[in-house]
């Protein structure tokens, strides 16, 4: 695997009580306990290029030592914002840091449905938006100190270009939640184009030792030494 990170491919178990996609909140939170920095892509989302590394994309979005998550934001759409107007942030893809605030607040996350803090959570258990609504309802509004939440643009970290919105075209993380079996072959496209680069950049720094200009030769040739 490139960059020298750790990879996960998790089967969570199931909740009895809510949507299958809650469980990425508490295998994030596990996951954090034992890693400094999590990554968590939907089965429907990729990096479109994985040649850049972690470290610069984490730059690039300004996420700082005090961020405890990234994510991006949804298409601009009605449907996809809050009862405040804001529009909503998608799970799909996220980036969590470790801390003793992360952890309260994955906590919470996970513990929304309850009612118990956050009332009316409990209607997010199963209807659509789930543990994205329950998010952008309610938790964005309690952790909100300076720097702690990172709002990545849509079309920066979700959407792909096929879906007709030039504010979402999933620069670098695409997100097929519309056709899902795209995924796949955009994934091989993607290691495809990684591959093609490292092999012309390996050929350009080893050329003295491939490439042999035999142009001054005229044939018939006899003493070319391949």
Not at 132 to 138: K, S, V
Not at 170 to 185: A, L, N, P, Y
Request: proline share 5%.
């Amino acid at each position: 695997m490139i960059h020298g990170y750790d990879y996960r491919l998790v089967r969570a178990p199931n909740y009895n009580d809510r949507h299958g996609t809650w469980v990425k909140v508490p295998m994030i939170k596990e996951a954090l306990k034992s890693h400094h920095v999590v990554v968590f892509l939907d089965a429907d989302a990729e990096f479109v290029h994985p040649h850049l590394p972690l470290e610069w994309l984490m730059s690039f979005w300004n996420i700082t030592p005090r961020t405890l998550v990234a994510m991006a934001e949804d298409p601009d759409e009605n449907y996809n914002k809050d009862d405040k107007g804001r529009l909503l942030w998608n799970t799909g893809f996220i980036i969590a840091q470790q801390s003793n605030r992360t952890q309260k607040m994955f906590d919470a996350w996970e513990n929304c449905p309850t009612g118990d803090r956050y009332p009316g959570c409990d209607r997010w258990l199963k209807e659509w938006a789930h543990e994205q609504a329950a998010f952008g309802y309610h938790l964005r509004y309690d952790y909100n100190g300076p720097e702690e939440l990172r709002t990545i643009p849509c079309d920066q970290g979700n959407g792909a270009p096929y879906i007709g919105n030039d504010k979402c075209r999933g620069v670098f993380v695409r997100h097929h939640w519309w056709e899902k079996d795209r995924t796949i072959q955009s994934l091989y496209d993607s290691i495809l184009n990684l591959f093609v680069r490292r092999l012309y950049g390996q050929f350009h720094e080893e050329k003295s030792r491939y490439f042999l200009d035999a142009s001054k030769y005229q044939y018939p040739i006899d003493d070319l030494i391949i």
